[in-house]
């Protein structure tokens, strides 16, 4: 019996340690509308996207409220604060 358990215990520790890895808060920081238009237009100034872009995602930017369509919604654990 004693040497099952001796067996078992470096696959327990391995566990408390992979858990405590990835466990824990998440926060998923979303710049604000006004920080992704200032973006946009530093793209558009720099060349890094044409007009046409541009117009395209501040649209979407307004239309949205600034929110990506794709953002993961993520709730917080309740005893967290940001």
């Known amino acids: 019996m ?3 358990f001796l067996k078992k215990v470096p696959m327990v520790v391995a566990t408390m340690f992979m858990t405590a890895c990835v466990g824990g808060n998440i926060n998923i ?3 604000t509308l006004g920080k992704q238009l200032e973006d946009l ?3 558009r100034s720099s060349g890094a996207i044409s ?3 541009y117009e ?3 649209a979407r930017y307004l239309e949205s409220g600034g929110i990506p369509r794709d ?3 993520v709730s917080q654990d309740e005893d967290s604060e940001s």
């Open 2 to 4: 004693q040497r099952s």
């Open 29 to 31: 920081v979303v710049p």
């Open 41 to 43: 237009e530093k793209a």
């Open 51 to 53: 007009e046409a872009e």
């Open 56 to 58: 395209k995602q501040r």
């Open 71 to 73: 953002a993961p919604i």
